[in-house]
């Protein structure tokens, strides 16, 4: 019987998910909320805003799924995550593709992740964490070389500061904690020490019991090509990296995955969904940048491309605890993923503006282009978001995949539209 699915959240992530679980003859209708101009193609988009969980919420989504014979959820953002929504929406036979609360907070709370990293003695870079601005200046002015200043709370992949000097880390611990530019996220704030070499995406399927790593990634923050310009959401990503060996995935496992799902299980968390380590590979080993504990976006529209096997059962396994039981397999080819940005993004930007060139990109072989920031009006796809479009093209070597979706940008149209065509250079 297939069942019928729905996906909260309105970005890549929920688009590309919905297209790969489209794909299972065990996916019956698919619904997304609020879902974006992309994701109608596939299903249904509903009016509802799950990234406010309050009982009004529970209360529509549970009354819609009983009314639509929803048997799985799958809560795609972080914010709702935090909030406990996977916790409010649980009922048996329900199935919830997602973290409770006790697991997200492990991506929603930076300082207690940190604290917990220190007691697993899991690797990562040295932090004092403070909640004044005033300790912050203290902390900062005994300091004579670079610092990373990072907003303990969710900041939408945004706040994160990376600052070559004392004076760049002052201005950003004002930044968060005076102008609070992320808001209440930054009423504590993390000054780390600041780390040098590759980063590497791990992300691993966590059922409670069993650790299932997907294939590797690296995700490219910063807004402008060479790695210059403010942090962003992710402007790209690609998959596989010959960065993992089989010698770091095993260290990475046993130094990194193990112990952070065996601490969670002493902090009462019994960790159900995606688990993502941010690491930075130095010379003394791989640390742990952050954690996360949703699918990484953009690095999940580059491994869906290229995944072999049914997401539905994966994520039916994941949820019930039966992942020894499900094989993954994967497209030999490389993806490349490049995000296509409203002008000012990371900064303020414009939403509405008219998108062209879609049609075209989508008759080319081995791309595909999923909705980010967009919405449907009438026949046209309009910017709504800063990251408005995710292009991935697949390809027998990384740099022909890059020079294939570089070539589909090339083809689409927007006002103030910016990408980086360098996306896979770290490796090339």
Known sequence: ???????????????????????????????????????????????????VVNTKLVDEINYFCRHNDVEMIVIGPEDPLAQGLADRLAKPGRIIFGPEAAGARLEADKAWAKQLMRAAAIPTAEAKIVDNYEAAVAYIETREHGLVVKASGLAKGKGVI???????????????????????????VILEEKLNGQELSILALVDGHNIFVLEPAQDHKQAYEADKGPNTGGMGAYTPTPLLTEDLRSIIERQVLVPVVDALKRDNANFKGVLYAGLMLTPGGPKVLEFNTRF??????????RLKGDLVDIMIATAQ????????????????????????????YEKGHLILGLDEVAKLPDIKVFHAGTKQSGKEILTNGGRVLNICAMGKTLAQAQEKANAACDMIQFKGAHFRRDIGYRVM
Request: hydrophobic share 40%; net charge negative; with cysteine.
């Open 321 to 348: 605890g039966t992942l020894d039981k499900v094989s993954i397999d994967w497209d030999k080819r490389y993806c490349c993923c490049v995000v296509m940005a409203s002008g000012g993004y990371p900064g303020p």
């Open 296 to 305: 990484g976006d953009p690095e999940v529209q580059a491994l869906m491309m």
């Open 162 to 188: 990376v600052c070559d000097t004392p004076a760049q880390a002052l201005d950003a611990v004002k930044l968060i904690m005076v102008d609070r530019a992320f808001g209440d996220a930054g009423n504590q």
């Open 1 to 51: 019987m297939a069942m019928n699915i729905l996906i909260l959240g309105s970005g890549g992530r929920e688009h590309v998910l919905g297209w790969k679980l489209k794909q299972s003859p065990k996916c019956g209708k698919l619904f997304f909320a609020p879902g974006n101009g992309g994701t109608a193609s596939l299903g249904t988009n509903l009016d509802m805003n799950p990234e």
